[in-house]
Nanobody, 124 residues
Framework: QVQLVESGGGLVQAGGSLRLSCAVS????????MGWHRQAPGKQRELVAR???????KYADSVKGRFTISRDNAKNTVTLQMNSLKPEDTAVYYC??????????????????WGQGTQVTVSS
């Protein structure tokens, strides 16, 4: 059974920093993309940042220049360093990962996994 264990959320004042970490365990297959999404009250879940196993990175425009995502492929961990936090960053942050497998020339198969979520609250 694949598990994603998140840590690092909390309460911080505007302008402060937090670091989120997520460890993926139990996958029989290669972990491909890892990332973070967030969901604020009354809003849809949105991508914050993601990083592929090859190191390609995508950030939401709202966090570019403030957040940094990194991963350790050997340990299947992903980290989100959040600096210059703003009240609008307040949300539940979810770790996300997908695994990849392919049998011979068959189709590529991806399975999607989610963490339980960790609360990030930024006070003004």
């Amino acid at each position: 059974q694949v598990q994603l264990v998140e840590s690092g959320g909390g309460l911080v004042q505007a302008g402060g920093s937090l670091r989120l970490s997520c460890a993926v365990s139990g996958s029989r297959f290669r972990i491909n993309t890892m990332g973070w999404h967030r969901q604020a009250p009354g809003k849809q879940r949105e991508l914050v940042a993601r990083i592929t196993v090859g190191g390609d990175i995508k950030y939401a425009d709202s966090v570019k220049g403030r957040f940094t995502i990194s991963r350790d492929n050997a340990k299947n961990t992903v980290t989100l360093q959040m600096n210059s936090l703003k009240p609008e960053d307040t949300a539940v942050y979810y770790c996300n990962a997908d695994s990849f497998r392919q049998y011979g020339m068959g189709p590529e198969i991806y399975d999607d996994y989610w963490g339980q979520g960790t609360q990030v609250t930024v006070s003004s």
